[in-house]
C-alpha cells in the first residue's frame, strides 16, 4: 500500500490553483470538472510521479470551526518538505507570501510557517541530515 | 487570583518565558514546537495554553490577534516589581 493522493481544503480552487502553481512551483497534475468544482490535483515539479495534492473546495459546514481553530493556534495542517528553509523562505517573501513563522531551527529540522491565501497554514521543512 | 510569584514558580512556565522572549509574536503552535526540540517538554498543546493563560493574567505574556491567528509576545515589565519591593544594592554583595 502506498500513499497516492493528499488533500488540502481551500476556499477558492482556481485561486488555489494559482498560488499551488506560479507562487510554490507545483504542477497541475489533473483537472476534471465535476459540477460545481473540479478534482484537481498538484503534484511536485521534483517529483511529478510523486504524491499527489488535491485542493479540495472547503464547502462542507465541518470545515470553517476546524480550520479557523487551526487558523488560531497557528497549526500548519500540511508540510512540505524543501532542501533549504531559509532560501525558500527568501524566494518566497520576494513573492509577498506571509509567512506567520520565519524559518527556525530546531536542530534536526528547520521549519517555518506560510499563508496559503485558500485558509491554510503550511509548514516548510528541510531535515538537516539530507541538505 | 495568581500573582507573579506564582506564575513564576512553574519551571516549565518559565522555560515558555525563556523560548518566548527568543522570537517576538509566537503561534501556539511555534512555541509548542520549541518547548518539544529545544526542552523534550511534549506538554499538550492544551496545557501549554493554560500556562499561557497564567502568564497573560499577570501580565508575563501578551497577546494581539493578527488576522485569525493569536500571537504571544514575552512583557518583562511587571519584574519590575520585584526589584522595586526588594530594590537590588549597588556594587558587589557583601560576603
Known amino acids: 500500500m502506498r500513499i497516492n493522493i493528499l488533500g488540502i481544503l481551500v476556499d ?10 506560479e507562487v510554490l512551483g507545483f504542477q497541475k497534475k489533473t483537472e476534471m470538472p465535476m459540477g460545481e468544482f473540479s478534482w484537481l490535483t498538484v503534484v511536485s515539479s521534483e517529483d511529478p510521479d510523486g504524491v499527489e495534492l488535491s485542493l479540495e473546495p472547503a464547502q462542507h459546514p465541518a470545515v470553517k470551526p476546524f480550520r479557523d481553530a487551526l487558523m488560531a493556534d497557528g497549526i500548519p ?6 532542501d533549504n528553509a531559509q532560501a525558500e523562505y527568501e524566494k518566497l517573501k520576494a513573492k509577498d507570501v506571509r509567512f506567520l513563522q520565519p524559518p527556525v531551527d530546531h536542530g534536526t529540522v528547520v521549519t517555518a510557517v506560510l499563508d496559503d491565501t485558500c485558509g491554510n497554514l503550511i509548514q516548510i521543512c528541510e531535515e538537516k541530515d539530507k541538505s | 487570583m495568581t ?7 512553574d519551571p ?14 509566537q503561534t501556539l503552535f511555534e512555541l509548542c514546537g520549541r518547548l518539544a526540540m529545544a526542552h523534550k517538554l511534549t506538554s499538550s498543546r ?12 499577570v501580565g508575563l505574556v501578551r497577546t494581539e490577534r493578527q488576522g485569525r491567528t493569536k500571537l504571544h509576545w514575552f512583557d518583562g515589565s511587571p519584574l519590575k516589581t520585584i526589584v522595586t519591593r526588594w530594590p537590588i544594592p549597588e556594587g558587589k554583595p557583601r560576603s
Open chain 2, 46 to 57: 492544551q496545557a501549554v495554553s493554560q500556562h499561557l493563560a497564567v502568564l497573560e493574567e
Open chain 1, 77 to 82: 495542517w500540511t508540510s512540505f518538505a524543501v
Open chain 2, 3 to 9: 500573582d507573579i510569584y506564582r506564575a513564576l514558580a
Open chain 1, 12 to 21: 477558492d480552487q482556481q485561486k488555489a490553483l494559482r498560488f499551488y502553481t
Open chain 2, 12 to 25: 516549565t512556565r518559565r522555560i515558555i518565558l525563556d523560548e518566548l522572549s527568543k522570537r517576538e509574536g
